[in-house]
């Protein structure tokens, strides 16, 4: 399996980002997926997980800006983010993790990230 994100860029305050990860590889529902984020000096934090049901559960700085989606077939996600701030302004990662009757703690798959900033 092999993640590849896309969509990130510069834009301001208040802008939107579509991010799309790409899966190469049979994922089904294997994994659960997830987006983490690193900004420059922090360590790197989760911003969605989706298990295999399609349930995803948020950051609470995500604050209903952003939304995660499944495509199908299961070869891509995507994450919607609205009302941007500085703040989000970090490379995002996509991330599988393992389903063994719940999402594994840790992601087994990382994507190689894609940079947003956000400027106010």
């Known amino acids: 399996v092999k993640l590849t994100e896309s969509g990130g860029g510069s834009v301001q305050t208040g802008g939107s980002l579509r991010l799309s990860c790409g899966v190469s590889g049979y994922i089904g529902r294997r994994y659960c997926m997830a987006w983490f984020r690193q900004a420059p000096g922090k360590e790197r934090e989760e911003v969605v997980r989706?298990?295999?049901?399609?349930?995803?559960r948020y950051a609470d700085f995500v604050a209903e800006r952003f939304t995660f989606s499944r495509a199908s077939p299961e070869n891509a996600f995507y994450l919607q983010m609205n009302g941007l701030k500085p703040e989000d302004t970090a490379s995002y990662y996509c991330?599988?993790?393992?389903?063994?009757?719940?999402?594994?703690?840790?992601?087994?798959?990382w994507g190689q990230g894609t940079q947003v900033t956000v400027s106010s």
């Open positions: 989706m298990d295999i049901y399609d349930v995803a």
């Open positions: 991330a599988a993790l393992e389903y063994l009757g719940y999402c594994h703690s840790t992601p087994d798959v």
